[in-house]
């Protein structure tokens, strides 16, 4: 499974992106997706995250209420919709497909890892 992150982008803050995880390789219809972010001089930290069918959504306390994460699975990919965006929200995201259908948010369940999309909220 190859996945590519993209949308990141330099945003004020308040402000709004998607990112989007596109997989290929296989289907990953079948597995826990999950996004993470990095920021400069942080560890990575989980983000959200969906389940397989049926797409039970997951979301870590600072995010939740501004951030979704949805699928498609048609087009084997996974979204993660930021809203209200706050300056420490900045980091470099990173979406990953768990070995089990269920996302959660340790990475050692996360078995597949895109690149990496840049987001930058200005104040």
């Known amino acids: 499974v190859q996945l590519q992150a993209s949308g990141g982008g330099l945003v004020q803050a308040g402000g709004s992106l998607r990112l989007s995880c596109a997989a290929s390789?296989?289907?990953?219809?079948?597995?826990?997706m999950g996004w993470f972010r990095q920021g400069a001089w942080k560890e990575r930290e989980f983000v959200g995250g969906?389940?397989?069918?049926?797409?039970?959504?997951i979301y870590a306390d600072s995010v939740k209420g501004r951030f979704t994460v949805s699928r498609d699975y048609a087009k084997n990919t996974v979204y993660l919709q930021m809203s209200s965006l706050k300056p420490e929200d900045t980091a470099t995201y990173f979406c990953?497909?768990?070995?089990?259908?269920?996302?959660?948010?340790?990475?050692?369940?996360?078995?597949?890892w895109g690149q990496g999309t840049q987001v930058t909220v200005s104040s």
């Open positions: 990953a497909a768990s070995l089990t259908p269920y996302a959660g948010t340790d990475t050692g369940r996360y078995r597949y």
């Open positions: 390789g296989r289907a990953v219809s079948n597995n826990g």
């Open positions: 969906i389940n397989w069918r049926g797409g039970t959504a």
